[in-house]
T-cell receptor, first 111, second 116 residues
Framework: SQKIEQNSEALNIQEGKTATLTCNYT??????LQWYRQDPGRGPVFLLL?????KEKRKERLKVTFDTTLKQSLFHITASQPADSATYLC??????????FGKGTRLSVIA | GAGVSQTPSNKVTEKGKYVELRCDPI?????LYWYRQSLGQGPEFLIY????????DSGLPNDRFFAVRPEGSVSTLKIQRTERGDSAVYLC??????????????FGQGTRLTVV
């Protein structure tokens, strides 16, 4: 069955460092991969979308990579700030199926 | 409105009762989705509407769950004979196009359903 794994439930890093979150998937061939941010008591908020034929996408301090051979996406936040503390969700789509989400990684940036 | 609106924010109901959860999508968004999120889990797909029709309802867990979108805008998720296992946050999202592809989904703040 299809499976999406986000490397850890929780990740703690020091302010100013780069946070790297991992999303691995099996039994799936996504055409698109999206990353969302979710704060407690709120719905997910879209951050970035990357297509299967794109290796990397950047937006301000965010960078996403997509390796269809390794079946993995890496999500980086550079110069992390306490305000970046949230849960980050990876979501996959094949183009004809709805977004399928991972469990998320809870990031805490410590000042 | 500016974003996706869900009402109520919180709903507590007794086991066996019927509940309705409402979603007002962003104006002009033809696609609407319902997801369910349990504590510590990611959103789990329930049903997707394109316009008025349910294009994919494969995520509905059983026939106690039903959703409608009669005029292609507001949607209502209906749960009959609620069970304690139905307790979760129910999220609604909308998008301009099909969010399984090249389009982002905009989520509401969710309705927290508690079945006691």
């Amino acid at each position: 069955s299809q499976k999406i794994e986000q490397n850890s439930e929780a990740l703690n890093i020091q302010e100013g460092k780069t946070a790297t979150l991992t999303c691995n998937y099996t039994n799936y061939s996504p055409a698109y991969l999206q990353w969302y941010r979710q704060d407690p008591g709120r719905g997910p908020v879209f951050l970035l979308l990357i297509r299967e034929n794109e290796k990397e996408k950047r937006k301000e301090r965010l960078k996403v990579t997509f390796d269809t051979t390794l079946k993995q996406s890496l999500f980086h936040i550079t110069a992390s700030q306490p305000a970046d503390s949230a849960t980050y969700l990876c979501a996959l789509a094949s183009g004809n199926t709805p977004l399928v989400f991972g469990k998320g990684t809870r990031l805490s940036v410590i000042a | 409105g500016a974003g996706v609106s869900q009402t109520p924010s919180n709903k507590v109901t007794e086991k066996g009762k019927y509940v309705e959860l409402r979603c007002d999508p962003i104006s002009g968004h033809t696609a609407l989705y319902w997801y369910r999120q349990s504590l510590g889990q990611g959103p789990e797909f329930l049903i997707y509407f394109q316009g008025t029709g349910a294009a994919d309802d494969s995520g509905l867990p059983n026939d106690r769950f039903f959703a409608v979108r009669p005029e292609g805008s507001v949607s209502t998720l209906k749960i009959q004979r609620t069970e304690r296992g139905d307790s979760a946050v129910y999220l609604c999202a909308s998008s301009l196009g099909w969010a399984g592809g090249n389009t982002e989904a905009f989520f509401g703040q969710g309705t927290r359903l508690t079945v006691v």
